[in-house]
T-cell receptor, first 116, second 115 residues
Framework: DGGITQSPKYLFRKEGQNVTLSCEQN?????MYWYRQDPGQGLRLIYY???????QKGDIAEGYSVSREKKESFPLTVTSAQKNPTAFYLC???????????????FGDGTRLSIL | AQTVTQSQPEMSVQEAETVTLSCTYD???????LFWYKQPPSRQMILVIR??????QNATENRFSVNFQKAAKSFSLKISDSQLGDAAMYFC????????????FGQGTRLTINP
C-alpha cells in the first residue's frame, strides 16, 4: 500500500547534537512538507518542497535544515541551533507542486523528539 | 498572511448527539480550499472533509458536514450521531487555490464523547 513512512518513531537528542528525521513516500507525490506540533497546539510549517532539488522555508525554519535529492525522500535535520526542539514532527506529501488540485495532503505517523 | 482560528479549545458531547466545531479564517484570496482533519490519540492526521471555496454547496461526508459561510469567513464542522470513535483533536486548515499547497492550521479543538 502507498503511504508515508517516518522514522524513527521516537528520537532523543543530546545538547549540541544534530539529529535527522526520515520521511519517505511511495505515493509519487511531487510536494512534501514538514510540520511541527507542540502540545495542545496546531501544526506549524517548517519547510516544504514542491519539486526535487528545491525547497522553501516555512514559518519556523530557524534551527532546521532539509534536502530533497530524491522525489521519495525529504529528511529533516534538527540542528543544535534549535534551542527548543522537543515536539512532535509530522511529514506530509501532496500530489501537485504548484498545480491546481483539490487533493489533500497525506500525513505520516510522526516522530516524537525529546531532549536528553 | 492567512490565519485560521478555532475558538473552542475543548468540546464535549453525549454519544449519539450532534456537535458543531467552529472555525474562522482570514484571507484576501477569493479562491481557496478548506479542510477539517482529525487527530486521534494515535497522533495520525486523518482527513475528515474538504470544501472548495468556489462551491456554494456545503460538503458532506456521511455523519460529517460543514457550514461554509464565505462572506463571514466561517467554516464550521457538524458531527451528527456522535460515536466514541469520534473523540479526537480536530483541526481546521486553509490552503491557497494556486501555488504552494502548504496548509495553515488552526489551534485545534479537543472533542470528548461522553457515553
Amino acid at each position: 500500500d502507498g503511504g508515508i513512512t517516518q522514522s524513527p518513531k521516537y528520537l532523543f537528542r543530546k545538547e549540541g547534537q544534530n539529529v535527522t528525521l526520515s520521511c519517505e513516500q511511495n505515493l509519487n507525490h511531487d510536494a512534501m512538507y514538514w510540520y511541527r506540533q507542540d502540545p495542545g497546539q496546531g501544526l506549524r510549517l517548517i519547510y516544504y518542497s514542491q519539486i526535487v532539488n528545491d525547497f522553501q522555508k516555512g514559518d519556523i525554519a530557524e534551527g532546521y535544515s532539509v534536502s530533497r535529492e530524491k522525489k521519495e525522500s525529504f529528511p529533516l535535520t534538527v540542528t543544535s541551533a534549535q534551542k527548543n526542539p522537543t515536539a512532535f514532527y509530522l511529514c506530509a506529501s501532496s500530489i501537485g507542486g504548484t498545480g491546481l488540485s483539490n487533493q489533500p495532503q497525506h500525513f505520516g505517523d510522526g516522530t516524537r523528539l525529546s531532549i536528553l | 498572511a492567512q490565519t485560521v482560528t478555532q475558538s473552542q479549545p475543548e468540546m464535549s458531547v453525549q454519544e449519539a448527539e450532534t456537535v458543531t466545531l467552529s472555525c474562522t479564517y482570514d484571507t484576501s484570496e477569493s479562491d481557496y480550499y478548506l479542510f477539517w482533519y482529525k487527530q486521534p490519540p494515535s497522533r495520525q492526521m486523518i482527513l475528515v472533509i474538504r470544501q472548495e471555496a468556489y462551491k456554494q454547496q456545503n460538503a458532506t461526508e456521511n455523519r460529517f458536514s460543514v457550514n461554509f459561510q464565505k462572506a463571514a469567513k466561517s467554516f464550521s464542522l457538524k458531527i451528527s450521531d456522535s460515536q466514541l470513535g469520534d473523540a479526537a483533536m480536530y483541526f481546521c486548515a486553509y490552503r491557497m487555490w494556486r501555488g504552494a499547497q502548504k496548509l495553515v492550521f488552526g489551534q485545534g479543538t479537543r472533542l470528548t464523547i461522553n457515553p
